[in-house]
């Protein structure tokens, strides 16, 4: 039975996301729910960071602090969860490591380690084993009351199989450089199985409430431009084909579809025929030159201010929000205001406010 929610109240995020012309561009920041506000480390106390994720209580009460915060000023919530919560299902062990992040105790070694057939062959129970995720967006969807649009999300493929390999976060991906050009067959398997259980998890987390999805390929700037062509947009464009047909399948209407491939600036182009209505552009990317690129494509930006200039002056901050309204054409259609990637630990909350209402002010109605 489909869940009951209260009406929205604040539809222009989806608006946006569909390619309509708003009245001012709506705007949220990745990493909003997180450790640069206090009242996070009160509520996430002495619980390990994945417990969180495992809570519906927690995971809600974490999730709707920045819009309580930052009422009237953010248009929409993402739940918080983790990307790595995919290889878990799959069957990895994940610790979350204070001070250094992801940690994978047995990372995939090579195809003939074991464990990579094992998470080959596992039929992964993807409503099962990630019910947490299901239960934390319905919980945190009657708790919004209709204020704002809820995003669900998971990594890409390539990004998950990074984390796999690698054990963790990388300077070199030397083991994942090893993985894909000497084992290119198993690593395709492997990103394929992994984009069919993307598939799922985004269909069930629309079923759950989730309202838009994005799909984060937050190493994709690892690859070449021919490499990126080869181990991850097949896989990203998988997804983007597949998600609407499940979601039809289960009698469930289309959702804006997010992709947000990190450094992979000279693929701009590809991703703007992937499928996506929306196309997220770290701060590496030109706004003005991204527009020329997109051309008059129906794709929706997102972004994508550099998140350490909410280390600066407010002065700074103006500057750069001046011109990315004027590189995205002034935000009354195509653009949802952004930084280019999460926000970082140590920004103050009081910066990231002014950072919204300078958007506001600079391109409201």
């Not at 640069?36 to 999730?63: N, V």
């Not at 969860?81 to 105790?105: R, Y």
């Not at 990630?130 to 998971?154: E, M, N, Q, S, W």
Request: charged residues 20%; neutral net charge; glycine residues 10%.
């Amino acid at each position: 039975m489909a869940h009951q929610f209260e009406p929205l109240q604040n539809d222009l995020i989806i608006r946006t996301a569909w390619g309509q012309k708003v009245e001012r561009p709506p705007m949220w920041v990745m990493r909003q729910a997180g450790r640069y506000l206090p009242e996070y480390h009160e509520a996430k106390g002495k619980h390990d960071f994945f417990d969180c994720c495992r809570s519906p209580e927690i995971s809600s009460t974490l999730t709707l602090q920045p819009i309580e915060r930052f009422a009237g000023l953010v248009d929409a919530a993402i739940i918080f969860s983790d990307i790595l919560v995919i290889p878990q299902a799959m069957g990895m062990a994940v610790e979350m490591v204070d001070k250094v992040g992801p940690h994978f105790p047995n990372p995939l070694k090579d195809p003939e380690d074991g464990q990579y057939g094992k998470v080959m062959n596992k039929k992964v129970d993807v409503a099962g084993e990630l019910d947490y995720v299901y239960k934390a967006i319905t919980l945190t969807r009657h708790k919004l009351k209709g204020r704002v649009p809820l995003f669900g999300f998971c990594g890409a493929p390539w990004t998950l199989l990074c984390y796999m390999v690698e054990g963790g976060g990388s300077k070199m991906f030397a083991k994942i450089k090893t993985w894909i050009y000497k084992y290119p067959k198993a690593s395709k398997d492997l990103l394929q199985k992994i984009a069919e259980v993307c598939v799922e998890y985004l269909a069930l987390q629309v079923k759950a409430g989730a309202q838009l999805v994005q799909v984060f390929d937050s190493w994709a700037g690892e690859l070449s431009p021919s490499s990126f062509k080869a181990f991850s947009l097949p896989y990203l464009a998988y997804i983007s084909k597949n998600l609407p047909k499940r979601l039809k399948e289960m009698d469930l209407d289309p959702v804006p579809m997010v992709v947000f491939a990190k450094g992979a600036w000279y693929a701009l182009d590809s991703l703007c025929d992937l499928g996506y209505q929306v196309v997220g552009l770290d701060w590496l990317q030109d706004p003005a030159e991204a527009v020329k690129i997109r051309g008059n494509r129906p794709i929706v930006f997102q972004g994508n201010a550099d998140p350490g200039v909410l280390y600066g002056s407010r002065e700074a901050i103006t500057v750069v929000v001046k011109d990315m309204v004027q590189g995205f054409g002034g935000g009354k259609q195509g653009w949802i205001a952004n930084l280019g990637h999460g926000i970082t630990p140590g920004v103050k909350p009081d910066d990231l406010k002014f950072y919204f209402e300078e958007i506001h002010r600079l391109a409201g109605s």
